[in-house]
């Protein structure tokens, strides 16, 4: 990549292939009314099909607490069920598009009729009154749904919102060629591929760079990058190529979120630019445009939660024709400035057995990436890998995903010459696992197989060990599990969602940004954060969004809050809260005119995942209130800093609004503490208030002990919270005088607890606390990490930048000895300590610039300026 460059002037046309009708998805997205379906009747609408289906999509709406159920079948003209499914009340799939209807092999093309039927309740489907005129076929938009809206089987006006997926066609790789003279000085390509695009010179990659662009709101911004391709470039004819993938702009196959029924969803576009300067000074541009060619490449299916297959016969056979120049997508365009994601290492199999046809390789950790294997058999022959996390009884591959259509996690690989060794790695996806499952089909030897590790490229900045083997193992469990998930944006996981959870990335951020560096891969969500934005300013729970999940919830997309507050402490520039200000502004002023009376009563996913449930049993009101109390806060404390002294005062004023509305509702004067009249004691209904300090003083005392009683008695030493409260816990246990019991919580072996995990040689964390949590990469459980560096390691920044901070480590038998350090905006930073009865040993380097205090019980503070000290006392 070229750094410092200054902005592109463009010159280049976006292109694309012309893709056939018959493979391009169908979709009506907007809709301006709900048609309600009720018991004994039903809803429909026709659709014609020009090519196979495999999966339909329907914008479905409920009634909020009410009980309701219908059943949603895909017919033939003639009525003849081809699939069905039960539509009710569930966690998940009451959102924009969030239902679908996937068929076990696809239909061919024809009349079909969508129909739901009513069983329990009111089920709406949401329609368009006069369908949006069709426009001229572009060659890579969706097509119109052309049919009718249907009740009880007669037809009535608009066109339902409903998305058709149909078999997609095959990724498209685009050429040209050009001269070059003797003596060109410097040679730039600027290019993007979207979804994804990997690009050569004369056959050779021009960056080990991959899955780029990151992921943004693309109808709002496009990232591109620029690199330096001089010595790529030769005397004489020269060939630029590019080959696309679909990634989440072109994204298919149904899945819960629709990610492929979108607004800016095409086929694959390509923008590309390549500039020289020759011997005699004079610029010269080569811009894609419809003097470029087109065809197939080998990437035959490209599913987002499926996989690739592989198939370069199929690549060598397809004819190239002039490509397409169509309209530009509709996003600014940015030079990229957050790292990239790279092959960062090659892992072979721990251990690998045969297993009938299929041989499975364990690699001996969960991991993000995907496999390179070399093959060699006959032409036809194909070689298929299944990914997983997990392993059945009987020892195979295991990874079912309800929340997308189709295989989860599946690449195949087509050979094409017989005899013929060939080394493949997909090249448009990602997955999670541990365990490949390899199946040969037809004459063919699987000769050699690795896992391929993809990271982002951030800068490495912390380490932590201590004396206890499990607070060591979760602070570098968080790392590592993050590091799984950091692709272009912070997922929940690499396996089922990908998708960017605003809260699983707020609750761990201070834990991560002690191992990297996250200034500019944090910065570029934060920018995704303002694009995801609607009309009120409200942030949606995942970001980017295909409008999924759009309702406001305080303990998710906080994230647009705590985020830049997070940075500003870690590196203390003032600029990022300068940036943020008025998001941050709008967004919080949107949330408090949403609890007018202080508390918030609208869906939240609360403290999510607690031991033993998805939803918390007192509800999602609770840690909704208190994160809205949190968020306004950190609102205030930013106007502050930036001395907008009103705003600061405003934000304080309704953060105390909402603490005593939280206590007149759920204080209980018998006991001292805050309980669910229904449910009765949890123990994040007193973590979040005691934590974020909205607690009347005369009560705070008898809160905290009856917190300490509930551990030490209900739950014999363990944390009954889900991820929001898991985060404070720890340091709320500490700060109000039991950092023994934090201790203790942190450091249990069995369930819920870190330390089974860790005994059970797993190296990232589960994504709940329960034997049966789905993902087994899952970073958000990890965000206690923080109070470990802080109180364990005895690391605390007490001023933005680390201007100054405390070297203040925790007092426990069971913990002799610890060692962190931290390369901060000043320089290293590293306390070693190491205490044997009452004596200590420390050793802290401190930067030039910085001030550390050190604070051990029983003796004076001792202020430390730059240099590398050692205390005994």
């Given at each position: ?6 902005p592109?002037?463009?010159s ?20 301006d009314?709900v ?9 429909g609408?026709?659709?014609?099909a020009?090519?196979p ?6 914008d479905?709406v409920g ?6 159920r219908g059943?949603?079948?895909l017919?033939?003209?003639?009525g003849?069920v081809?699939a ?9 799939r009451?959102?924009r598009?969030?239902?679908?209807l996937?068929?076990?092999d696809p239909?061919?093309a024809g009349e ?7 069983e ?5 489907w ?7 005129p069709?426009g ?18 007669n ?5 339902r ?5 149909t078999v ?14 003797e003596?060109?000085r410097?040679a730039r390509?600027?290019?993007?591929g979207?979804?994804?695009g ?6 050779r ?5 991959v ?5 943004t709101t ?9 690199y330096d ?6 005397a ?11 990634g989440?702009h072109?994204?298919?196959g ?13 086929e694959?576009?390509l923008?590309?630019?390549?500039e020289?300067?020759?011997g ?7 811009a894609?445009?419809?003097n ?6 080998a ?5 987002l ?12 056979r ?7 120049a169509?309209a ?23 251990s ?9 390789h ?6 993000a ?16 890998v299944?990914?997983?996390?997990g392993?059945?009884?009987?020892g ?11 295989e ?8 094409a010459?017989?005899g013929?060794?060939?080394t493949?790695?997909p090249?448009f996806?990602?997955?999670g696992?541990?365990?490949?499952g390899v ?8 000769t050699s ?14 380490e932590?060990?201590?004396a206890?083997?499990t607070?060591?193992w979760?602070?570098r ?11 272009g944006?912070?997922?929940d996981?690499?396996?089922y969602?990908?998708n960017?959870?605003t ?16 200034r ?6 934060l920018d995704?954060?303002v694009?995801?934005r609607d ?9 980017p ?8 919830d ?6 647009m809050?705590l ?11 003032r600029a990022?809260?300068?940036?943020y ?5 709008t967004?919080?002023?949107r ?13 939240s996913?609360?403290?999510?995942l607690s ?11 609770p ?16 106007h ?9 005062r405003?934000y ?7 603490a005593?509305?939280?206590h ?6 018998a006991?001292g503490?805050?309980?669910?009249p229904?449910?009765g ?6 973590v979040l208030?005691?934590a974020?300090?909205?607690?009347p ?22 944390l009954?919270?889900?991820a929001?409260a898991?985060k ?28 089974v995990?860790?005994d059970?040689?797993?190296a990232?964390?589960?994504e709940?606390w ?7 990469n899952?970073y ?6 923080a109070?470990i ?9 007490t001023?933005?930048?680390w ?5 203040a480590p ?7 000895w ?5 390369t ?5 930073i ?5 205490r044997s009865?009452?004596?200590w040993?420390l ?21 430390l ?9």
């Open positions: 990549m070229v750094a410092g460059e200054p592109v002037e463009w280049a046309q976006w292109i694309g292939k012309r893709t056939d009708p018959a493979r391009r998805i169908l979709q009506s997205l907007t809709s009314h048609a309600w379906v009720e018991p004994a009747h039903w809803v609408q026709t659709f014609t020009p090519g289906v495999m999966a339909v999509g329907v479905l009634e909020p607490g009410t009980e309701m059943m949603l079948e017919c033939r003209g003639d003849t081809l069905g499914q039960v539509v009710e009340q569930g966690a998940f009451w959102d598009f969030a239902h679908f996937d068929l076990p239909v061919g079909y009729i969508l129909r739901l039927r009513g329990k309740g009111r089920i709406g949401r329609t368009l009154s006069v369908p949006d069709a001229s076929d572009d060659g890579v938009s969706p097509l119109p749904v052309l049919g009718t809206a249907m009740r009880d089987g037809p009535e006006p608009g066109v919102a409903i998305g058709v997926e997609p066609a095959p990724d498209p790789v685009f050429r040209t060629s050009f001269v070059a003279p003596g060109v410097e390509l600027s290019a993007v979207l979804g994804y990997e690009f050569f010179v004369n056959g990659a021009v960056t080990e760079d899955l780029e662009p990151a992921q693309y109808d709002r911004t496009i990232l591109y990058r620029t391709v001089t010595p790529l470039l030769r004489g004819e020269n060939t630029l190529s590019a080959e696309l993938g679909r989440f072109s994204a298919r149904a899945n819960t979120w629709a990610w492929n029924f979108v607004r800016w969803h095409r694959p576009v923008l590309a630019q390549l020289y300067v020759d005699a000074g004079e610029r010269h541009v080569v894609s445009g419809a470029w060619e087109a065809a197939d490449g990437a035959t299916a490209d599913l939660y499926t996989g690739e297959t592989t198939d370069p016969g199929h690549a060598r397809a004819a190239w024709e002039p490509a397409l169509v530009p997508p509709g996003g600014v365009l940015r030079r990229a400035t957050a790292p990239p994601v790279r092959r960062t290492e090659l892992l072979s199999p721990v690998s057995t045969a297993l009938g046809q299929q041989a499975v364990d690699f001996g950790e969960v991991l990436g995907r496999i390179r294997l070399t093959a060699v058999g006959d032409a036809g022959a194909q070689v298929i299944r990914y997983a996390e392993r059945r009884p009987d195979s591959v295991r990874c079912e995903n309800i929340l997308a259509a189709g989860a996690q599946v690449d195949r690989l087509v050979l010459d017989t013929e060794e060939i493949w790695e090249r996806s990602y997955k696992f541990r365990y490949a199946e040969v089909l037809g004459s063919a030897t699987v197989i690795h896992a391929v590790r993809l990271e982002t490229a951030v800068s490495r900045v912390g932590f060990e201590c206890d083997e607070l060591t979760i602070d469990a968080t790392a590592r599990t993050f590091l799984n998930n950091l692709h944006v912070p997922t996981t690499p396996v969602e990908k960017g959870w809260a699983d990335a707020h609750l761990a951020t201070e834990a991560v940004l002690h191992h990297v560096d996250l500019e891969s944090f910065g570029k969500w995704d954060h694009d995801a009309g009120h300013g409200m942030v949606p729970q995942i970001v969004t295909p409008d999924w999940g759009r309702a406001a305080p303990a998710w997309s906080a994230s809050v985020i830049p507050w997070y940075l500003y402490r870690e590196y203390g520039d990022i809260l300068e940036r200000a008025a998001p941050i502004r967004y919080t002023d949330l408090l005119d949403l609890a007018p009376d202080g508390l918030w009563p609208h869906h996913w609360g403290d999510w031991p033993g449930h998805l939803f918390a049993p007192e509800g999602p009101m840690t909704a209130t208190m994160m809205l109390h949190h968020v306004a806060c950190r609102a205030a404390d930013i502050g800093e930036l001395g907008e002294a009103s705003d600061a405003r304080r004023a309704a953060a105390d609004t909402v005593a509305a939280y007149r509702r759920f204080f209980d004067a006991t503490t805050y309980r669910d229904d449910v004691y949890r123990q994040a209904m007193n208030p005691l974020f300090g909205a607690i003083a005369d009560h705070v005392t008898a809160v905290a002990e009856g917190l300490f009683a509930d551990i030490e008695h209900r739950t014999s030493g363990h009954d919270c889900g929001v898991a404070h816990l720890l340091p709320v246990l500490a700060a109000h005088g039991r950092p023994d019991l934090a201790v203790t919580v942190a450091t249990r072996r069995d369930r819920p607890g870190w330390g995990w860790r059970a040689g797993a990232t964390l589960m709940s329960d034997e049966t949590a789905r993902s087994h899952h958000f459980l990890g965000a206690a990490a109070w560096q802080q109180a364990v390691g005895g690391l605390r920044a001023s933005p930048g201007a100054t901070f405390d070297v925790i007092v426990d038998d069971r913990i002799g610890a060692r962190i350090t931290h901060s905006v000043r320089g290293r590293e306390v070693a300590w190491r009865g009452g004596d040993e050793t802290v380097e401190v930067p030039d610039t910085a001030t550390a205090t050190v604070r051990l019980p029983g003796h004076a503070d001792a202020a300026q730059g240099g590398r000290h050692r205390l005994l006392g």
